[in-house]
């Protein structure tokens, strides 16, 4: 380091720590980009200027990084941790002679020929002094510009001041100067093909963190009204309404003004600052996983359409903050019409959302202008986010996916985009969702109320701690490739204004599989085991050792046999978990001489519905293995194996469950391990049996899948007490049996006689072939399905579904 550039560190450095509050991406970049300390680290950055540096210094004392400033010796000589590949101008004259990153990276480079087993890690660095996007159609600000571009001294100075509190850091992962060396040598050419790829590197991460422009509304409105199709819409909105083409051409530029967004960076700043002080006073912290996938692929150019689960009106904040704090472009956000009420419609507006009516039926036009709108924000480069669902799921579990948004997607693709389109599913939990009361109200009757100012009040009135919440981003699927491989001729139908044949089935099978990588995605946590252990005991009671044995059980299962790559298990004890869910006021707490007690009155049994059904999934095929192995003791594996293949269809459809049939077998024998390795069976005579010992932790395994086998016999009972029954009359019975069922048994479960889910039974018992298109069983395989459930069940609950079947 220079002279002059010491004495610039030494007064430069308390000034920058006053003024500069920065952010580091990823927050453990050891971990998360797999630094080894043990080697050597040298970093890449776009600009040289001593705040950058200094900033940097920072965020490396954070992070227990060695900073920039750091000696490096390698080869008995002294080398500089970082390389620059550009110097702000002077304040007067011009630039003198470019900065020697060439000879920097040659000299790193020459390292490597001289010692075989010297390995730099070379970690790109980008500092974000500030993200306005900008705005089309609008000049950019002198400050904006300075900001971009490498600035003097005294710039730099006033970028600092200004926008010193918004300061990003973001690592890359590290290149491996060993591999570079390795494979392309150490010549001139390869120092001038890194600092190439360096270059697009940094371009490529500005384009992620601050995105394409922001739309213009009225420029945007000119362009959709250009448009030849919707100049050929209004036409047709003219002659079919009997009105003229000015009252057609208004009618549209309403219907554009009623969707459009009107994204405002200045408002997610301010929404930034007060969601930071909202989730602080809601929740105890937020847990991310899977971000640093999005940001790559951001990078790297994708379309990214963000496709979340639905469980709160919280969830367009909680994501749209989440993303934003990932140092990527918050999402435009198709969010319900319900919610353009005063004042919230507004500032959802500017905070990227676009406003959907329910149905577009009977409404060509409007149609129309909505589909132009979704494409022109996929050509314009903007991140999408829509809920498949269509609505809140008022049970916990997802809903049956809606396919418009999807199709319109896909056909936005066709027409042409230059860039990839990538899906990321994006589980969200809470500990505690706020709207949780009204759905049980909803579904016992009421009637839904409508969202409202007052409405918002009296949410903001009861803020409280509601525990933790959790987004997980799960598998990305990139549209052109799932095309590529399930209709290889979509591209000779890019051209074609009406929808090919493949479209239909081709999106429902799209968005089955974006509800399945959602759930693959999902977040553990102390409350939803808390419930699935509770509501699983006879009298929704447990003594506190007997809850925590059947959580450290779950957890157990879920960490040796686990569901998937992306879904995250706690590291904490059961214990720590237990103590986190009592904390939320959900159970009651009773002790007497022998210990605690914790049960949920009926209320709070319904209630916790909502939270066990939010990882229902993740025990299901677990919960089907206890359930044969104590209500059909010693059976073999390959029998357990069978009827488990014959079974999972059914579980997959409903719980949107990740295992292809195929898997089946060979998981199955995963659980039997495990569940003999935890000594939950034993294993005599090449049969399973319970182990007396742990007899209470089997059963109640086995118990949490019982309502749904109950549902199921329910309607395998239905059918092969009348095999002509039609569809709407065999789903109307099964309702009503369900109804008398949770009478008689006391089963509070909300969505125990939810039509839907016999509707979703009954299209898969067509698919498997059980039923035919007249809903006409094939009686052989029935009957053998039932068989298989049936005795799963309680006698008690047999003697009442066929008790029931005459009265239907």
């Not at 214990?575 to 949920?600: C, P, T, W, Y």
């Not at 009155?601 to 025990?619: E, G, P, S, V």
């Not at 659980?671 to 935890?678: G, H, I, S, T």
């Not at 809903?775 to 006698?795: E, T, V």
Request: hydrophobic share 40%.
């Amino acid at each position: 380091m220079s002279l002059g550039q010491s004495i610039s560190r030494a007064m430069l450095q308390w000034p920058v720590r006053w003024l500069v509050n920065h952010k580091s991406l990823p927050e453990n970049p050891i971990a998360e980009l797999k630094l080894d300390p043990e080697r050597p680290i040298v970093y890449a950055l776009k600009t040289s200027s001593i705040t950058d540096l200094l900033t940097l210094q920072q965020c490396c004392e954070d992070l227990y990084l060695p900073g920039p400033f750091t000696p490096l010796e390698l080869g008995g000589q002294s080398l500089p941790r970082y390389v620059c590949l550009d110097r702000p101008p002077p304040l007067f004259g011009k630039r003198s002679e470019p900065l020697p990153f060439l000879q920097e990276f040659q000299q790193l480079l020459d390292l490597h020929k001289q010692d075989p087993a010297l390995d730099i890690q070379l970690v790109p660095v980008t500092l974000f002094w500030g993200r306005a996007p900008g705005r089309e159609g609008e000049e950019a600000s002198s400050l904006s510009i300075i900001s971009s571009l490498a600035p003097n001294m005294l710039k730099k100075g006033l970028i600092v001041a200004l926008k010193g509190r918004e300061n990003l850091v973001r690592f890359s992962p590290p290149v491996s100067l060993r591999h570079m060396a390795d494979r392309h040598g150490t010549d001139q050419a390869i120092a001038h093909k890194l600092a190439r790829v360096a270059r697009f590197h940094f371009g490529r991460q500005q384009l992620a963190a601050t995105g394409p422009k922001l739309p213009n509304r009225h420029l945007l409105f000119r362009q959709l009204l250009d448009s030849s199709i919707i100049q050929d819409a209004i036409r047709h909105e003219a002659i079919r309404e009997g009105i003229s083409e000015e009252k057609a051409h208004k009618r549209a530029l309403s219907y554009m003004d009623e969707i459009a967004s009107d994204f405002s960076y200045r408002l997610i700043r301010l929404g930034d600052s007060i969601l930071g002080w909202l989730w602080n006073k809601l929740y105890r912290g937020l847990s991310v996983n899977g971000a640093e996938r999005v940001r790559q692929l951001a990078q790297e150019g994708h379309e990214i359409v963000y496709v979340p689960c639905h469980r709160s009106h919280m969830d367009y904040l909680l994501l749209s903050y989440v993303i934003y704090h990932q140092g990527m472009v918050p999402p435009h956000i198709a969010a319900g019409i319900n919610l353009n009420f005063w004042p919230a419609g507004p500032l959802f507006r500017r905070g990227g959302a676009f406003f959907i009516r329910r149905t577009f039926k009977g409404n060509p036009l409007y149609s129309t202008v909505f589909r132009e709108y979704l494409n022109l924000l996929f050509a314009k480069g903007y991140s999408v986010e829509f809920f498949t669902e269509g609505g809140r799921s008022r049970t916990g579990r997802l809903l049956p996916p809606k396919t418009g948004m999807l199709a319109m997607t896909l056909q936005a693709m066709m027409r042409g985009l230059d860039r990839p389109v990538t899906f990321v599913p994006v589980y969200l939990g809470y500990e505690h969702v706020m709207e949780v009361n009204t759905y049980h109200q909803e579904l016992q009757g009421s009637r839904k109320e409508k969202e409202s100012f007052l409405q918002v009040i009296g949410i903001l009135r009861k803020l409280r701690n509601y525990g933790r919440g959790f987004v997980n981003f799960g598998e990305p699927l990139t549209l052109n490739t799932y095309l590529s491989e399930h209709v290889p001729e979509w591209r000779d139908h890019a051209s074609e204004e009406e929808r090919p044949q493949w479209m239909a089935p081709t999106v429902n099978h799209l968005a089955d599989m974006l509800m399945t990588r959602i759930n693959g995605a999902a977040a553990v946590n102390g409350l939803t085991l808390s419930a699935v252990a509770l509501l699983a005991s006879e009298r929704h009671a447990l003594t506190r050792d007997e809850l925590e044995a059947q959580i450290e059980t779950y957890l157990t299962l879920l960490r040796k046999a686990p569901y998937g790559p992306y879904s995250t298990v706690p590291d904490n004890s059961a214990k720590e978990l237990l103590d986190q869910a009592i904390e939320l006021n959900k159970f009651e707490v009773s002790e007497d001489k022998l210990g605690q007690i914790i049960s949920l009155d009926r209320y709070q049994a319904i209630l916790l519905t909502y939270y066990r059904n939010n990882i229902l999934h993740l025990l299901a095929l677990p919960s089907l293995v206890a359930a044969l192995i104590d209500r059909c003791e010693g059976l073999g594996e390959s029998e357990i194996i069978g009827r488990c293949v014959d079974i999972y269809p059914l579980l997959q459809r409903e719980l949107f469950l990740h295992f292809p049939e195929e898997a089946i077998p060979e998981r199955v024998s995963e659980l039997l391990a495990v569940f003999e390795q935890e000594q939950l069976i034993l294993r005599q005579e090449e049969g399973f049996w319970v182990n007396p010992s742990n007899q209470m932790r089997l059963l109640l395994l086995a118990e949490s899948i019982q309502e749904t086998l109950q549902r199921y016999a329910i309607v395998l009972t239905r059918v092969l007490a009348q095999p002509g029954v039609a569809a709407e009359q065999l789903e109307a019975d099964a309702m009503m049996m369900a109804e008398r069922l949770g009478t008689l048994h006391g089963i509070n479960a909300p969505e125990f006689f939810d039509q839907k889910l016999f509707t979703t039974l009954v299209h898969t018992l067509r698919s498997e072939g059980y039923l035919d298109p007249e809903c006409k069983p094939d009686m052989g395989r029935f009957q053998a399905l039932a068989d298989n459930i049936l005795p799963l069940l309680s006698s008690k609950m047999q003697r009442t579904i066929r008790a029931c079947c005459p009265t239907c």
